[in-house]
């Protein structure tokens, strides 16, 4: 016989003491993906996965800063963006910053911070998406190249983390950090020569959890997030200069298509959002079943 289903039994009360000081948030879930009242910083915002994910932020309800070192961000997705926060009630700024100088990032993520206050959505969190990618034979990659990935990938990542976390500590705020890695830290993209590329983005993912190990005392949340192909310009660029890649690709394309940046979107606001309150010093890797087969 099936047991009874008891529904409206009270709990009695458990407390456990190291949760006292940071509860469990006991908001329905709908709010527990919201980020109304948050602001968050986003590098690589100009164009491509960062301006998708800026999209994410306001579309859930919070407040963006886009940093990127191009003059403007796409004219269209800029559009859209504006328009969903004015019927949101969010702001969104775009600011030129290179995330490979320091004091730039520190004086921007300072200026953020102080903008969010006066527009009532405090300071929350980042998301590191700003990288580059080059195509090169490992025989021929000439020192410099291979610094200059690692300089914007590895070092870019830990700059936009390191002055995120500062502002975050220094208010005694909670908040999140979302690095944006690739598949491509777990695995080499089988024909494709990238592997400053490749060796960045497993950089990144050891990084997070460098981070997330220092930042978790202060309640600051660390977890990278890891696409698989995504149709963007950055990929468009290595199709144009090897097409026939498009084939093997496809082939490890076990949902039968490549990643669109609205793909990222709810992962991305996952992670950022309170409904993530436990999940620090994670990869969530977002590829179509990409690596789940050989
Ligand atoms: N496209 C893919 O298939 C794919 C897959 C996995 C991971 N990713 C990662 O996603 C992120 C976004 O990639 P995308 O495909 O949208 O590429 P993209 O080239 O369209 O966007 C990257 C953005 O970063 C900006 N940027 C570059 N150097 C910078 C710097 N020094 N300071 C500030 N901004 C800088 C660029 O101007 C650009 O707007 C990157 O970190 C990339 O490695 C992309």
Not at 82 to 111: F, H, L, P
Not at 161 to 182: H, Q
């Amino acid at each position: 016989m099936a047991p009874a289903i008891v529904s409206d039994v009270e709990l009695p009360a458990r407390v456990v003491p190291e949760t006292l000081a940071t509860p469990a948030s006991k908001a329905s879930t709908s709010k527990l993906f919201s980020l109304e009242g948050k602001t968050v910083a986003i590098t690589g915002g100009a164009r491509g996965l960062g301006i998708t994910l800026a999209i994410a932020v306001v579309e859930a309800g919070g407040s963006v800063a886009c940093l990127d070192i191009l003059e403007q961000p796409s004219a269209d997705e800029w559009a859209l963006l504006n328009k969903i926060a004015k019927a949101n009630g969010s702001s969104v700024s775009y600011q030129r910053c290179d995330v490979t100088n320091e004091d730039s990032v520190d004086e921007v993520m300072t200026a953020i911070a102080t903008e969010a206050d006066k527009n009532g959505a405090p300071f929350w969190g980042c998301i590191a998406c700003a990288g580059i990618q080059q195509q090169l034979s490992a025989f021929d990659y000439p020192a410099a190249d291979f610094d200059r990935i690692l300089k914007v990938n590895v070092t870019g990542v830990f700059n936009t983390c390191k002055y995120t976390a500062r502002v975050l500590r220094d208010r005694k705020t909670p908040g999140s950090i979302v690095m944006i890695a690739s598949m491509s830290g777990n695995i080499a993209n089988r024909g494709l020569a990238c592997t400053a590329y490749n060796t960045s983005k497993a950089a990144v993912q050891q990084m997070c959890r460098s981070l997330a190990q220092e930042f978790g005392e202060y309640q600051i949340r660390c977890n990278t997030l890891s696409p698989g192909y995504i149709r963007t310009a950055m990929t468009d660029q290595l199709l144009i200069e090897n097409p026939e890649v498009e084939k093997t690709w496809m082939a490890g394309a076990l949902l039968g298509r490549l990643g669109a940046p609205e793909d990222f979107k709810a992962p991305a606001v996952f992670l950022l959002s309170e409904g993530a309150s436990f999940v620090h010093g994670s990869d969530l890797r977002v590829d179509g079943g990409h690596c789940a087969s050989a």
